[in-house]
């Protein structure tokens, strides 16, 4: 059933009667089958020149295409697919250093300048995702009052120097009519990583022995767990609220470290071998049927043990406009007996999060004490160079990852739905700035590569 | 309910019990919202002149309803024109005289009541007639009360005197046919199949009013107090529930010629039977 702003004021006003049928009790699968795609480009600004030491100043480029399909199977489950090309290209950052112009061996803002260690040369890789997943749907009867679905998806992502293989599975459950909707989620990824080398220099990756072999983790293993709950609570016809929380705990044997930040093709990057991450959103959904417009706020709680804790707020406002074909003009008219509805959504949103524990910027003096000689792997008897010990053989945690670092950030985009007949042009785009000082922590430091981007997606859904 | 109504169920279980229940429902709206009982919360807030009368939620619900109606009709669905109906007899075919339609025209205004915390206030002698709403909320609740005792899946016709309520399809996916009928053949002029959701006819071939040859509708324009002289012989509007396809079709029959452009701006499906019993359908799809 379609809706428009005198149904929608009918529909809204019927539902504050007690005794009216809610449209939204039954769980109901998808009846009709669904193919949408997406082309997404995500542009990064250059670094400054002059904060480059060695290596280019460009950063990532990247193009995604995505593609879904949704195909009922019966009237309670339907079955899905999600695949993902992905290409990247554009120079990876090696670590940042800065100059201590003060020579008292430590940094100071003021007067210390901090650059980035770039690789030499422009990169291109490329991604694939693929994912199927089925979903069942259920009714409301006689024996239980809840209905709701319940689905899973396998699926696998997979680059040069990575493998993820992943299982989930979720459920949401409605109560009291549909009023109350209670969801919970799990999910387990298996990542298997192989970091290639960046410099002839360094030996060939299959020798563990061989100096420069590079490590995400001791055994090139990470697992990753995560768990979600979710309240969604219809407060009156117009207005919806719901909160989610979710942990999720990452596991690598070993050291979890960014292969690619490395120093003389030695990482350089050493981080704890677990991360529990810990979410909480919330959000309100306010529709003013009167001028065809949903109001959208939401508000996102992240902390994890690294010592990130970050606040997300958002806003999106989106007016539908509907064109009567019947009365347009030029292209319009030419269209059948149908309307054009366009959904215009500007949306708005700050970031900021504070520094993980062991984020740090050191000069190249401090990384050559920090590396040490070498380790030896005691699994295997192999010796090669990891990573900082400190003079016990203690693990040192230390990295100059910018995404650990304290920052602020304002996004501001626009979303674009075109709805005509069983077709849905979506598009959107978003232009978004970081900086210390849109954060609330050390907003006087200096982050080495502040980043800007520039996003975009445009693509369709059909229904048939 | 002011005609025949009817009730099927499809169940597994025995459905007496399902029967009483929603009889029950029926019942009970009767009981509260009904014009012609001595007792009813609607006769007693039509006796309340000048003062304060309290309500529960669901007769503030359905004033708030009645309101969105009254806005969105321009003023011609109006639940307070109910006194026009004192001095138009459908019965006796005779027509009021100019002076007391004037006379009723002072009592009769959505925008007179006061409607707050401390409940009704209405004007003396405004007479309050949710027809038009009652009848199809009826059906609403009772389905609702199904759904929610045989569960979201039970499928069944809730029929109000020709304001129906669906709640599933029929077993093995089958459309329910709803029959519209002919103004003066009474035999069905045409079948809607439908799956779940509302369908309501407006019409003045069940109520009318013959003056000199000329029919006129038992519904009133309480803009000018008379009845209307309708464009369409029958207005069927299928919708989410029947409340809501009940006003809808109620505001097209109001609205005459205008009614198809305020049905095709809503975008329900409708099928209007015209003056020479033609049919026009609009499917919406």
């Known amino acids: ?464 | 309910m002011g005609g025949p109504c009817e009730i099927s169920i499809w169940s597994a279980h025995e459905p007496k019990n399902l029967f009483d229940l929603v009889i029950k429902e029926a019942q009970r709206l009767e009981n509260k919202y009904s014009r012609y009982l001595d007792d009813s919360v609607l006769t007693q807030i039509n006796r309340s002149d000048d003062r304060f009368f309290g309500i529960d939620e669901e007769t503030k619900a359905l004033f708030g309803y009645a309101k969105t109606c009254y806005e969105l009709s321009d003023g011609l669905f109006d639940i307070t024109s109910g006194v026009l109906k004192e001095i138009w007899d459908f019965k006796t075919n005779r027509l009021p005289s100019k002076a007391q339609i004037e006379n009723c025209l002072s009592k009769v205004g959505f925008e007179k009541l006061i409607i707050d915390d401390r409940g009704i206030c209405k004007p003396k002698g405004m007479q309050i007639d949710f027809g038009g709403i009652v009848k199809e909320y009826a059906a609403d609740c009772m389905a609702n009360l199904l759904l929610k005792q045989a569960g979201s899946d039970v499928s069944a016709l809730i029929n109000m005197a020709g304001d129906v309520y669906v709640t599933n399809p029929q077993p093995d996916n089958q459309y329910w046919q709803v029959a519209i009928t002919h103004p003066l053949t009474k035999n069905a002029i045409a079948l809607l199949p439908v799956m779940r959701g509302g369908v309501t006819t407006s019409g003045d071939y069940e109520r009318f009013i013959e003056i000199n040859g000329e029919r006129y509708s038992h519904l009133l324009n309480p803009k000018t107090g008379w009845p209307i002289r309708s464009t369409w012989a029958s207005v069927s509007v299928v919708g989410p529930n029947a409340v809501v396809a009940g006003s809808a079709s109620t505001i097209a029959m109001l609205q005459g010629n205008n009614g198809r452009n305020w049905l095709d701006e809503l975008e329900l499906p409708y099928l209007l039977v015209n003056q020479a019993f033609n049919c026009i359908v609009n499917k919406q799809e």
């Not at chain 1, 995560?226 to 596991?251: D, R, W």
């Not at chain 1, 524990?357 to 090669?384: K, M, P, Q, W």
């Open chain 1, 1 to 464: 059933m379609k809706t428009n702003s005198k149904l929608l004021a009918l529909t809204a006003s019927a539902m504050t009667l007690p005794g009216i049928v809610l449209q939204a009790q039954a769980t109901s699968a998808p009846v009709e089958s669904e193919v949408g795609y997406r082309l997404s480009g995500y542009f990064e600004s250059d670094i400054p020149e002059e904060r480059v030491i060695t290596g280019t100043n460009e950063r990532y480029d990247i193009l995604v295409n995505q593609f879904h399909l949704l195909h009922p199977i019966n009237d309670h489950a339907v079955i899905t697919y999600e695949g993902t090309l992905e290409t990247l290209s554009g120079a990876s950052q090696y670590f940042s250093t800065y100059v201590d112009n003060n020579d008292n061996g430590q940094f100071d803002a003021d007067v210390d300048s901090v650059g980035v260690h770039m690789s030499g040369a422009s990169i291109e890789e490329m991604r694939i995702d693929s994912y199927v997943g089925a979903r069942f749907y259920k009714s409301k009867t006689e024996e239980s009052e809840a209905a709701g679905n319940y689905g899973g998806k396998v699926g696998f992502s997979l680059e040069n120097d990575y493998l993820s293989l992943t299982i989930a599975a979720d459920g949401a459950m409605e109560f009291d009519d549909a009023h109350t909707t209670l969801a919970a989620g799990a999910s387990y990824s298996h990542d298997t990583l192989s970091p290639t080398p960046a410099s002839d220099t360094v030996a060939a990756i299959d020798d563990n022995t061989a100096p420069g072999r590079k490590y995400a983790s001791i055994y090139d293993k990470r697992n990753s767990m995560s768990v979600f709950v979710g309240v969604g609570q219809i407060v009156n016809p117009t207005m919806v609220v719901q909160a989610n929380a979710s942990f999720t705990l990452k596991l690598g044997s070993g050291v979890l470290t960014d292969p690619y930040r490395e120093y003389n093709s030695m990482a350089i990057d050493s981080r704890p071998g677990t991360r529990a991450m810990f979410t909480f959103s919330t959000g309100l959904r306010k529709a003013l049927p009167d001028i065809d417009t949903a109001i959208h706020a939401d508000y996102r709680f992240y902390w994890d043990d690294w010592g990130i804790l970050s606040n997300t707020i958002s806003l999106a406002w989106q007016p539908r406009f509907i064109v009567d074909t019947d009365a347009a003009e030029g292209v319009m008219a030419h269209l059948s007996d149908n309307d054009v509805a366009f959904d215009i959504s500007p949306t708005l949103r700050y970031y900021h999060q504070t520094s993980s524990s062991f984020y740090e910027i050191l000069s190249e003096d401090d990384f050559i004490n920090l590396i040490g000689d070498g380790v030896v792997d005691t699994n295997t008897g192999d010796e090669y160079l990891f990573l900082y010990q400190d003079s016990n053989g203690e693990q040192i945690y230390s990295s100059n990852d910018p995404r650990l670092a304290a920052y602020g950030a304002i996004s501001g985009g626009m979303g674009l739905r075109v709805e005509y007949l069983d077709f849905a042009f979506v598009s959107n785009f978003e232009l978004y700035t970081s900086s210390p000082g849109l954060g609330i922590q050390n907003r006087d430091q200096e982050l080495h590569n502040a980043m800007d981007y520039f996003r975009f997606s445009v693509g369709f859904d059909y229904k048939f």
